[in-house]
């Protein structure tokens, strides 16, 4: 277990002064990031072997969001790795010691200069031993398209959304995705699928569905594929 401690920002927040879903997402890969930092196997480790970790899901609950000043404590559990695959579980808990939002998520190893997966590394496994699997994670959800689409915009990547990896920032897709949930639409867990990589100067088209549970998808496709998929209910 990893954790990290601090208060929600004026930055990190929506323009209803609560941590936004986006602010969340990057407090996600932060974390993880800081948790191999600390393991020497971060990212100059990973750099010196053309290697990337590439999120490819993330299943939420969230209970409430914390309003700009709070306090928080973000813990992180690595608890199965699997090949190319890797396993984290979080939990982001309020000054209370209340727990206010449970993620799990998947991450695939990657080659960045080939873009092919690549076996976990001895040195990965070590360093994040013993891996351990609490038992308040959500359950892992799969979600694809449903209904009928309505095209609400586009976007073009720009430099600043470009990360270590060389494409889009997951946080910066959810901050585009954040963009399309209208303002009175009220969510309780939410899952984001990371299909296709985006990258500097490309375009992608947006569209939203409902599902028949009366569910909020946000999609991005590139040339007509998509690449990205957000799933509120």
Request: proline content about 4%; charged content about 25%.
């Amino acid at each position: 277990m990893y954790e990290y401690k601090g208060r929600v920002r004026y930055s990190e927040c929506d323009r209803f002064g609560r941590l936004s879903i986006a602010g969340v997402i990057n407090y996600l890969q932060d974390i993880a990031t800081l948790h191999s930092e600390d393991k020497n196997v971060g990212l100059a480790y990973l750099a010196e072997r053309d290697l990337g970790w590439v999120v490819t899901n993330y299943t939420m609950n969230i209970r409430e969001f914390p309003k700009m000043g709070e306090e928080i404590t973000i813990r992180t559990y690595p608890h199965s790795m699997k090949a190319c695959v890797a396993y984290r579980t979080f939990e982001m808990v309020d000054s209370r010691g209340v727990r206010f939002a449970e993620v799990i998520s998947t991450w695939a190893l990657m080659n960045i200069k080939e873009m092919k997966p690549m076996k976990v590394t001895d040195e990965m496994l070590a360093a994040y031993n013993p891996l351990v699997c609490p038992d308040f994670s959500p359950a892992p959800i799969k979600v694809r398209p449903e209904g009928e689409e309505e095209c609400v915009g586009s976007f073009t990547v720009s430099e600043a959304e470009i990360d270590t990896n060389g494409h889009m920032n997951n946080g910066a897709y959810a901050r585009v995705a954040e963009k399309f949930l209208p303002d009175d639409f009220k969510f309780t867990s939410c899952v984001y699928v990371f299909k296709k990589m985006l990258f500097f100067e490309e375009k992608a088209e947006v569209s939203t569905s409902k599902t028949a549970d009366g569910s909020l998808q946000i999609i991005f496709r590139k040339e007509g594929e998509m690449c990205f998929m957000a799933q509120f209910k």
